[in-house]
């Protein structure tokens, strides 16, 4: 297809949305209006307070402290720089995309490579505990112990993302010296402004994509009219939290439900992989190892998960 073909179909794609924004204004509002609530009530809480912390501990020296402490695992189990334990340790904790953000950081101070932070995306994708433990597990399914396995699964299964994508590169201190994040001079408060007015950027980035991805599930929704089940699946695939709401509310099995949660989340839905995309634009860092790790991650966790549920519950 040559590239004025499809020049021409981009622009006839965007000139339907912009009409269906119009026809379908009032269902547009409130996707749009629930992209704004899943912000406030997940996106923000959890990941704000995050940002701005982790920024701090960047600036003050934290990476280096935590390679020296507990980085040692990572050469030997992922093949990864020892400085790559905090970008793990983070994303376990606040959720995605925060792996995409600190696999930058890391790049740009020259901490890893681009092809050492493109395999480190593979393996800390992961969503926020309290989000599966409390959104999830209790308010959704109405079962902790469901939440608890369905943590378990996401996470065991990516950890093994990054044996299976790990090979052995040669270390960046052969190539270039390491230097420090940013200067240990700033002064608190500098650091402070700094550190929010970058965590706020990434969050309304992050509203922005979520946004337009539920608004476009809404356009095709209203085109296409779906069955609930294809509905639920549709809408994982583009925004994993609306897919999650969905599939909870179908009358299917407790079993199946756990299932295509536990596939949405570990894929994380094209609007968590637009927002990685983003994160990552002007760097050298392969978006091809993540989208890849994150199929076989979708398959492994729905495995784990299955086995899981049949042993405990």
């Known amino acids: 297809m040559s590239k004025k073909i499809s020049q021409d179909l981009f622009i006839c794609l965007l000139l339907t949305i912009t009409v269906s924004l119009v026809i379908f204004s009032n269902e547009v509002i409130q996707a749009a209006s ?63 995309p925060s792996g995409a953000k600190y696999s930058k950081e890391l790049v740009e101070a020259k901490k890893i490579t681009p092809e050492e932070a493109s395999r480190l995306l593979t393996f800390t994708h992961y969503s926020n505990p309290l989000f599966i433990l409390g959104l999830i ?5 109405g079962n902790q112990k469901l939440g608890l396995i369905i943590l378990v699964s996401h996470v065991l299964s990516g950890l093994l993302m990054g044996i299976i994508f790990a090979k052995k590169t040669s270390s960046i201190s052969e190539k270039e010296p390491k230097k420090a994040f940013f200067s240990t001079k700033q002064p608190l408060g500098t650091a402070l402004a700094n550190s929010i007015q970058d965590a706020l950027s990434t969050l309304f980035l992050l509203l922005g994509i979520v946004t337009i ?94 086995c899981l549920y049949l042993l405990l519950i």
Not at 76 to 95: A, K, M, T
Not at 273 to 286: A, D, E, N, Y
Request: charged share 10%; glycine share 6%; hydrophobic share 50%.
């Open 137 to 141: 597990g209790n308010l959704l399914l």
């Open 213 to 306: 991805f539920l608004v476009l599930s809404t356009i095709i929704e209203q085109f296409f009219p779906l069955n609930p089940y294809l509905k639920a699946i549709i809408f994982g695939i583009l925004e994993m939290t609306q897919g999650v709401k969905t599939m909870s509310i179908l009358p299917v099995t407790e079993f199946v439900k756990t299932i295509w949660i536990t596939i949405f989340i570990s894929f994380g839905g094209l609007s968590v992989h637009m927002q990685v995309l983003s994160i990552i634009s002007g760097t050298k860092i392969k978006y091809k190892y993540y989208l890849e790790s994150r199929l076989l991650h979708a398959i492994l966790s729905a495995i784990l998960v299955s």
């Open 34 to 96: 629930f992209s704004l609530s899943i912000w406030i009530e997940n996106l923000f809480p959890t990941l704000f307070p995050f940002f701005v912390v982790s920024n701090l501990l960047l600036r003050y020296g934290f990476v280096e402290s935590l390679a020296a402490s507990v980085g040692k695992v990572m050469p030997r189990l992922f093949h990864q720089p020892q400085e790559s334990s905090f970008v793990l340790c983070l994303s376990l904790i606040s959720g995605f």
